[in-house]
């Protein structure tokens, strides 16, 4: 088993930035991709981004790219969500998720672990 733990969401205006974090613990040896996923409220749950635990490579929504960076500190069993130039539409609760393949997908349900997720609001 895996646990997910986020951290680092909040409130910021339009054009700020924030720093999710995420922690694993249990059978970190086995995680092949972590992933941040966002739902905002009556919305699905969306693919954000991906990162190969060993590898490194790393997969963007379009919505995203360019303005969010993925990266990972296996030392820490630590993976971050850099995000910056937010804007009103990114709000939502973010979670992090992992498993135990190593190809990036997009597909929130190929992913067994998941986080409990941590708010992020972002003022207009």
């Known amino acids: 088993q895996v646990q997910l733990l986020e951290s680092g969401g909040g409130l910021v205006q339009a054009g700020g930035s924030l720093r999710l974090s995420c922690v694993a613990s249990?059978?970190?040896?086995?995680?092949?991709?972590m992933g941040w996923f966002r739902q905002a409220p009556r919305k699905e749950r969306e693919f954000v981004a991906a990162i190969g635990w060993n590898g490194g490579s790393t997969y963007y929504a379009d919505s995203v790219k360019g303005r969010f960076t993925i990266s990972r500190d296996n030392a820490k069993n630590t993976m971050y969500l850099q995000m910056n130039s937010l804007k009103p539409e990114d709000t939502a609760v973010y979670y992090c998720?992992?498993?135990?393949?190593?190809?990036?997908?997009?597909?929130?349900?190929?992913?067994?672990?998941w986080g409990q997720g941590t708010q992020v609001t972002v003022s207009s």
């Open positions: 998720a992992a498993r135990l393949g190593t190809i990036l997908i997009m597909n929130k349900n190929n992913y067994a672990y």
């Open positions: 249990g059978r970190t040896s086995s995680i092949g991709t």
